[in-house]
């Protein structure tokens, strides 16, 4: 089974500043990793899939990158409503292992 | 949309079945999927149906859970049997969306439910 690694696990950051969070797979995907965003008592939310294509209704501040094993997400601009978990999951085959999260705390 | 039904409150070796009905669009005619999230935990992909009916699971719960949906009702469902206290969770469905860019198609999930809430104790 493809393991999926985040990092870093938590960060604290201000209104206004640009975020990146990383995942790595335990082997080669290609291009296919997800990225959603999760808050508590809510529904996941996709925001990239194919690796770095925003998925529609997405504000553009957020972007995906990466291929092969290495992928990274950026928030520019970060809004007080993306303050919450991230996750990476590959879709490469089954089982579509997710990452363990990033949460984005406010500073 | 989806919405998810049938959690509850359940003993340790125990069954359930959740369901997730669907309006807006035919289940039977995308790649379903079952998350869950335990407390205090992050996502766990639990299981997926094709819409040609092949079917996989995590190994957390293999040979306990079954994926299934009813064509006539546009329901997924997710039958859980010899359930665990680490099964205590709220499940979601959620849509699988199967995009073509060349030269492969790439799979994610769209569109999701609030989810259920089952705790096992």
């Known amino acids: 089974d493809i393991q999926m690694t985040q990092s870093p696990s938590s960060l604290s950051a201000s209104v206004g500043d640009r975020v990146t969070i990383t995942c790595r797979a335990s082997?080669?995907?290609?291009?296919?990793l997800n990225w959603y965003q999760h808050k508590s008592g809510k529904a996941p939310k996709l925001l990239i899939y194919?690796?770095?294509s925003l998925q529609s209704g997405v504000p553009s501040r957020f972007s995906g990158s990466g291929s092969g094993t290495d992928f990274t997400l950026a928030i520019t601009n970060l809004q007080p409503e993306d303050f919450a978990t991230y996750y990476c999951?590959?879709?490469?085959?089954?089982?579509?292992?997710f990452g363990p999260g990033t949460k984005v705390e406010i500073k | 949309q989806l919405v998810e039904s049938g959690g509850d409150v359940v003993q340790p070796g125990g069954s359930l079945r959740l369901s997730c009905a669907a309006s807006?669009?035919?289940?039977?005619?995308?790649?379903m999927n079952w998350v869950r999230q335990a407390p205090g935990k992050g996502l766990e992909w639990v299981a997926h149906?094709?819409?040609?009916?092949?079917?996989y699971y995590a190994d957390s719960v293999k040979g306990r859970f079954i994926i299934s949906r009813d064509d006539s009702k546009n329901t997924l469902y997710l039958q859980m049997s010899s359930l665990r206290v680490d099964d205590t969770a709220i499940y979601y469905c959620?849509?699988?969306?199967?995009?073509?860019?060349?030269?492969?198609?790439?799979?994610?999930?769209?569109?999701w439910g609030k989810g259920t809430t089952v705790t096992v104790s």
């Open positions: 807006g669009f035919t289940v039977s005619s995308n790649y």
């Open positions: 149906i094709y819409a040609g009916g092949s079917t």
């Open positions: 082997q080669t995907i290609n291009r296919y």
């Open positions: 959620a849509r699988d969306e199967q995009l073509w860019l060349a030269p492969y198609y790439f799979y994610h999930m769209d569109v």
């Open positions: 194919a690796a770095s």
């Open positions: 999951q590959h879709s490469y085959t089954p089982p579509r292992t």
